[in-house]
């Protein structure tokens, strides 16, 4: 293959007729997600709660979360 300098190069180099148009790839299929039998693992906790209370259950949940 021959190389050319950018001073050489012309028009007529560069067709514009680019012959099949190119594909666009399809995109892949995301499963639905299954629905699973463990339960939530994070803390619920009411606003109508006192705030020790909260304070207490949001204890337990950190210290049960490290155990684990």
Known sequence: ?????????TDEDFPEDKG??????????????KPTITPFRGILIC????????QQQYKQYRMKKFVL
């Open 1 to 9: 293959m021959k190389k050319y300098h950018a001073n050489e190069l």
């Open 20 to 33: 099949k148009p190119i594909k666009k790839r399809k995109a892949k299929k995301v499963p639905k997600l």
């Open 47 to 54: 606003e109508s709660e006192p705030e020790e209370l909260k």
